[in-house]
T-cell receptor, first 116, second 115 residues
Framework: AQSVTQLDSHVSVSEGTPVLLRCNYS??????LFWYVQHPNKGLQLLLK??????LVKGINGFEAEFKKSETSFHLTKPSAHMSDAAEYFC??????????????FGKGTHLIIQP | DSGVTQTPKHLITATGQRVTLRCSPR?????VYWYQQSLDQGLQFLIQ???????AKGNILERFSAQQFPDLHSELNLSSLELGDSALYFC??????????????FGPGTRLTVL
């Protein structure tokens, strides 16, 4: 069984300051991990993914995440927040064992607020 | 634009009714997934089809069913609707057959309101 815990339901930062969205996962197998973003009234867009290659993953719009197996974490960061980053962010895990469902398991989401 | 289309965009219906949501995957993608997003349950995986065959089931109610047609579009049928079925329903597609390592591309969703 797999699960995802997003440690903060809301994060508020000032424009131009760093962003940190925290995520811990649990998986029976070697997981694939993703971060998706959902802007208001829009669908979900993939920011980045980890699939057992490099542990530091770079994504779109300046976001990156580091896979830390010892800490079972996959935190999302961005050096400098922009107003357009305001959205809901989902940490997602997929069991990549190959034998089970391909459905993704989503965290509850973190609402990122950018203060001007 | 992800390349995944969903119709209708909005649907308002009454309790006890039946509705059908439609999804067209990205060109070339054989897998289609359905998800439900509600305020209390968050985003939940419902069901996956691959090339016309059901591949995996998640938290899908017995009142719900889905199918994937030869042209690879998919329909999600929701019957005996209850107030609690009000949610945003997403379809996603991917080229993956297994493993879940491939990106899933999400459609814009269908917002279902049950009155």
């Amino acid at each position: 069984a797999q699960s995802v815990t997003q440690l903060d339901s809301h994060v508020s930062v000032s424009e131009g300051t760093p962003v940190l969205l925290r995520c811990n996962y649990s998986s029976s197998y070697s997981p694939s991990l993703f971060w998706y973003v959902q802007h208001p009234n829009k669908g979900l867009q993939l920011l980045l993914k980890y699939t057992s290659a490099a542990t530091l993953v770079k994504g779109i719009n300046g976001f990156e995440a580091e896979f830390k197996k010892s800490e079972t974490s996959f935190h999302l960061t961005k050096p400098s927040a922009h107003m357009s980053d305001a959205a809901e962010y989902f940490c997602v895990v997929s069991d990549s064992s190959g034998g089970g469902a391909d459905g993704l398991t989503f965290g509850k989401g973190t609402h990122l607020i950018i203060q001007p | 634009d992800s390349g995944v289309t969903q119709t209708p965009k909005h649907l308002i219906t009454a309790t006890g009714q039946r509705v059908t949501l439609r999804c067209s995957p990205r060109s070339g993608d054989l897998s289609v997934y359905w998800y439900q997003q509600s305020l209390d349950q968050g985003l939940q995986f419902l069901i996956q089809y691959y090339n016309g065959e059901e591949r995996a089931k998640g938290n899908i109610l017995e009142r719900f069913s889905a199918q994937q047609f030869p042209d690879l579009h998919s329909e999600l049928n929701l019957s005996s609707l209850e107030l609690g079925d009000s949610a945003l329903y997403f379809c996603a597609s991917s080229a993956s057959t297994s493993g879940g390592t491939h990106e899933q591309f999400f459609g814009p969703g269908t917002r279902l309101t049950v009155l």
